[in-house]
């Protein structure tokens, strides 16, 4: 069982969550998406076997040392919720994530993100967050160089709009990627607009 219990922290570092239930020698593992509805991978092996667990809500279960993770299968949200509420309900809260987007080459949202801005000022404060991260990106049009200004300008009209909205200062971080960390993968001098973004995080 070693293998998968030292996958289970490296998953959580990039924001899975994982369900491990059950007494010794039999173990749980359920594959849940991350709070921006992302599923990752996860293998989870012993010397019996492997199985490859990389869609969501996906479960498979060892009974033990000697034997092979079952066959994974996909479990309704209803089930999970009815087996796995009380590991559930112990999860820390998750983040919140909001992602505008931007016309070609510019710093103008589109009208559809900045219907957003409501949701995002009314998560802020649900959450009394004082720790909220504004990333810019860009595709891969154009110049690198070009794009890392760009997406850096992309990310600090967003946090103007929400310090205008009342959000103090101090409460928000500004990064920005440029072309780097594409929301989808292309090749390089592509236009794609779901790339041309801002990623809100509220922690």
């Known amino acids: 069982m070693k293998t998968v219990t030292r996958f289970l922290s490296f998953v959580l570092f990039f924001s899975l969550s994982l369900i491990f239930s059950g007494c010794a020698p039999k173990t749980t593992v ?6 921006s509805g992302h599923v990752g991978k996860i293998s989870v092996a012993n010397k019996a076997g492997t199985f490859d667990i ?16 079952s066959k994974p299968e996909i479990l309704s949200e209803n089930e999970i919720r009815k087996r796995y509420s009380h590991v559930l309900d112990a999860l820390p809260e998750q983040p919140k994530h909001f992602i505008l987007y931007f016309y070609s080459e510019s710093t103008e949202l589109t ?15 649900e959450k009394k967050s004082e720790n909220v991260s504004v990333v810019g990106h860009t ?15 992309r990310a600090l009209i967003v946090s103007r709009l929400l310090i205008k909205k009342g959000v103090p200062p101090a ?15 292309t090749g390089d001098n592509v236009h794609e ?5 801002v990623e809100v995080v509220i922690r």
């Open 193 to 197: 607009p779901r790339n041309r973004r």
């Open 111 to 125: 009208p559809k993100s900045l219907k957003m801005l409501p949701q995002i000022l009314n998560s802020i404060t």
């Open 54 to 69: 990389t869609q969501k809500d996906q479960e498979t279960v060892i009974a033990g040392q000697e034997s092979k993770p």
């Open 30 to 35: 359920v594959l849940l998406p991350d709070p």
């Open 139 to 153: 595709d891969t049009a154009g110049d690198r160089k070009y794009n890392l200004q760009l997406s850096r300008k």
């Open 171 to 185: 409460f928000l971080s500004t990064t920005s990627h440029g072309e780097e960390n594409p929301l989808i993968k």
